[in-house]
């Protein structure tokens, strides 16, 4: 009976320390995804570069696909173009997949990009598929697939989704 309770307090002890590790797994990869946003927030095309692997696959609205530097170069210019033109971005993410080892995640979700042009707002939905890569123990895209879906993507989608920091959806003791 001793070894038994030994036993189970050994397996409970690895089995918490793996959801630790899990966790801190995916907190590590929202640092990616927080500069991402504040990409977005400021505009910074360097900033966006720098998130991205050089290896990258784009697939832009499932009908255009891309390497790094036709995206990173594409993505740059429409910042300078909404500098220049007073239009500000948010945006945001949330998630119904986060699976990751120590050196790869693949995240599905939605995000939520509002867009601010002479004082008046749109919303975008699209749903997104994004691929990392654990390099220099930093985790960089590697791959970004994203589609609206036919535009039959939208807030109720958003909501029903994770938010970003709710990990245990994703976390299996």
């Known amino acids: 009976m001793k070894n038994t309770r030994l036993l189970l307090l050994v397996l409970l002890g690895i089995s918490g320390l793996a959801y630790e590790q899990s966790v801190n797994t995916l907190k590590e990869i929202n640092t990616t995804w927080d500069k991402f946003a504040l990409a977005y927030e400021t505009l910074d095309g360097q900033l966006f570069a720098d998130i991205h692997a050089k290896q990258l696959i784009r697939i832009s609205g499932g009908q255009r696909i891309s390497d790094y530097e036709a995206y990173c170069s594409s993505n740059s210019a429409r910042f300078q173009n909404a500098k220049s033109n007073g239009v500000t971005n948010t945006i945001a993410f949330r998630f119904f997949e986060r699976i990751h ?25 699209g749903q997104f598929h994004v691929l990392f890569k654990n390099i220099e123990n930093q985790w960089l895209i590697i791959m970004d697939y994203d589609s609206t879906e036919g535009n039959t993507i939208d807030e109720t989608d958003y909501l029903k989704a994770y938010a970003i920091d709710d990990f245990d959806p994703f976390v299996k003791e």
């Open 101 to 125: 080892n120590d050196s790869i995640a693949s995240e599905r979700g939605i995000y939520q990009l509002v867009r601010t042009a002479n004082g008046a707002s749109q919303t975008y939905y």
